[in-house]
């Protein structure tokens, strides 16, 4: 059988080797192969779909790895991977001991720069143009390849605007296809939509800001692509330049359906349609027991607020959004703002919910601190995707969040059991408390099929005994009690379980009784070991001198990467199976 162009490409110097001709079949073949991969495999599709000329015409112009390329985000890097010698290894994208989702340095050379948050692909590839300045090494390309989503964020604007004072050789280019994981907002949107028409009265503020701008250009007009790039690779100094592109080109329906096929799931490569799921009746995810329960709150407390930057979907804050526009606001991709916005409100008695993906929080620590925390103002955090997430790997686990907020003063801290325990938090956090409340849970679905039952209020700062056994007692947190009771229940171990809910603030009189009543504790949750549930049961057993021992469980100090969650669990000792060998080695 003849070999496909596809075929040929082992590395970016065979790209280089095509004629301008072959371009646009190799484009082709390129879009096939990421869809027939993604239709079983999963992952993200519409993002790299939309780059697949991009990404052609980057490294057939450019020099490859000496000039750098660095893609934000880094979802839609999925074309570069097989063109930078992974095609053979695509199959194993986002699965354990495979390639990743998104570049990463250990991988590959191409990969300079690991990402996977947004945003950041300005300032580094700035970083790396100064260094090869710095170095003499003038004729280097460094290119960023950024999102109009992404770029709407303030560390895009950061970097821009440190970039527009330098002479540095770096390339931005604005990947704009009007739509991030939900379609973009904003007054910069508004803005790049004028320059599309050709309607822009402004002055352009990329030029404003000393870029030379260029475009905008067809993304999916290889030809065009091509020639402003030779043109971009002899222009000297910081560089713009505007793309137009389509979301899930080449799939009818990704194009059609941008959002849900961001990340489809598992879909026929032929005709797009997704699989159909599983019909029997299913516990509902968390992200919908929140997007619902606000909902159900927002139509009884007028002050209730929702806000989430740039994961209306995600979060299903859209719930809320289509049923009070007014009172809910998707930010763009903000998360600092979001926070201090948050704040902003609840300074004139906003009752508001504050929803970021625990991961993305980490771009906001100082204004929990600064703008929330020590200003004492009541804002309800719900951190979503708590705890490992699986798939996406090491740059979206949110398992840090319980130890970096541990520390801060005035806040208090539950990781609910289950999804009624979700609701009820959040029905007795719109009730007002006096401080600030982070209320994490994970990705996924919850334990019950009938959740949506009566609100009742729960007492903060108050844990619970769940079983009662004898000897051993395990403390935890959060819905890994599902594993805990699912060991304890598997191997009938004696031990005494129990929830505490709060790790901020801690049910110190339980913990006086369970150290008085056990030889052994261990403490399981799903964060970081280091400075959360079991650091803090830990300080507490040391300043009240318990005699008996203490056995700490929960992510090991070193990043988990792509997996299933059910792998991450195995791999930090947490998961059934590995708590229930723990358990029977009790008994
Ligand atoms: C700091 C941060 N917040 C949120 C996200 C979640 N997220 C991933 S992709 C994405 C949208 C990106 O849109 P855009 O930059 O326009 O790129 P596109 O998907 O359109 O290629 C968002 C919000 C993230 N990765 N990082
Ligand atoms: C690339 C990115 O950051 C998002 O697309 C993320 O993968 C979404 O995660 P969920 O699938 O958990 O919403
Ligand atoms: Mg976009």
Redesign the pocket.
């Known amino acids: 059988m003849q070999k496909s162009i596809l075929d040929t490409i082992l590395s970016p110097a065979d790209l280089r080797a095509l004629t301008p001709e072959q371009l646009p079949v190799l484009a082709q073949e390129l879009r096939r192969f990421i869809i027939d991969i993604i239709a079983t495999k999963e992952g993200?599709l519409?993002?790299s779909l939309?780059?697949v000329e991009l990404t052609i015409a980057l490294h057939y112009i450019f020099n490859t790895p000496s000039d750098n390329l660095i893609w934000?985000?880094g979802?839609?890097a999925y074309g570069h991977k097989i063109l930078t010698g992974r095609k053979d290894i695509f199959h194993t994208n986002r699965q354990k001991g495979g390639i990743s989702g998104f570049p990463n340095r250990a991988e590959s050379i191409y990969d300079t720069f690991g990402t996977?948050?947004?945003?950041t692909s300005i300032s580094a590839a700035l970083g790396m143009a100064m260094a090869a300045g710095l170095k003499g090494a003038h004729n280097r390309h460094h290119i960023a390849v950024?999102?109009?989503?992404?770029?709407a964020?303030g560390?895009a604007f950061e970097g821009l605007n440190h970039a527009g004072v330098t002479d540095a050789n770096l390339l931005v280019i604005l990947?704009?296809?009007?739509?991030?994981?939900?379609p973009?907002v904003g007054a910069l949107k508004r803005y790049l939509t004028n320059v599309k028409k050709g309607t822009a009265r402004e002055e352009n503020i990329f030029e404003a800001l000393n870029f030379s701008y260029f475009g905008p250009v067809d993304g999916h007009d290889l030809n065009a692509l091509t020639e402003v790039l030779q043109e971009l690779k002899k222009t000297k100094g910081p560089k713009f330049l505007h793309v137009i592109?389509t979301?899930g080109k080449g799939l009818a329906l990704a194009e059609r359906e941008q959002i849900t096929y961001?990340a489809p799931g598992k879909f026929d490569a032929t005709t797009g349609i997704r699989v159909a799921k599983d019909s029997t009746p299913q516990p509902p995810k968390y992200q919908d027991v929140f997007g619902h329960t606000i909902v159900e709150l927002a139509t009884l407390n007028k002050k209730i607020i929702g806000i989430t930057?740039?994961?209306p979907t995600?979060s299903s804050l859209k719930y809320m959004i289509e049923a009070f526009p007014d009172r809910a606001f998707d930010v763009g991709?903000a998360?600092q703002h979001a926070v201090t916005l948050s704040a902003g409100l609840a300074t004139e008695g906003m009752v508001v919910f504050c929803n970021i993906?625990s991961?993305?929080l980490q771009?906001a620590y100082d204004q929990v601190i600064h703008d929330v925390a020590l200003q004492n103002l009541p804002v309800i955090f719900c951190l979503d995707r708590a705890g490992l997430v699986g798939q996406d790997g090491g740059?979206?686990q949110g398992v840090y969040d319980l130890a970096y907020l541990n520390c801060i003063p005035n806040l208090i801290i539950y990781a609910p059991s289950d999804e009624i325990a979700l609701r009820n938090i959040m029905y007795t956090a719109q009730q007002g408390l006096d401080h600030p409340i982070v209320i994490r849970y994970p990705r996924g679905r919850g334990v019950h099929i009938n959740w949506q039952l009566p609100f009742k209020e729960i007492t903060i700062g108050k844990g619970y005994n769940i079983i009662k056994g004898k000897k051993t007692a395990v403390v935890t947190l959060g819905s890994i009690i599902k594993n805990v009771l699912t060991a304890v229940n598997e191997v009938n171990a004696s031990c005494s379980v129990y929830d505490m809910g709060f790790l901020k603030p801690l049910d110190t009189a339980l913990l006086d009784t369970i150290f008085t009543t056990y030889d052994h504790i261990i403490t399981v949750e799903d964060g970081s070991k280091i400075g959360g549930l079991g650091s803090s049961v830990g300080d507490y057993a040391f300043a009240k001198a318990y005699k008996g021992s203490l056995t700490i469980l929960g992510i090991p100090d070193r990043f988990i990467e792509h997996a299933t969650v059910e792998q991450q669990y195995a791999e930090a000792g947490i998961s059934v199976a590995s708590l229930s060998l723990l358990l029977k080695n009790l008994a």
């Open positions: 993200h519409g993002a939309g780059v934000d985000v979802h839609q996977g948050h947004s945003s950024i999102g109009d989503a992404s770029i964020s560390m990947n704009d296809n009007a739509i991030g994981i939900d973009s592109t979301k961001h930057p740039a994961m995600g991709l998360e993906y991961t993305f771009r740059t979206h």
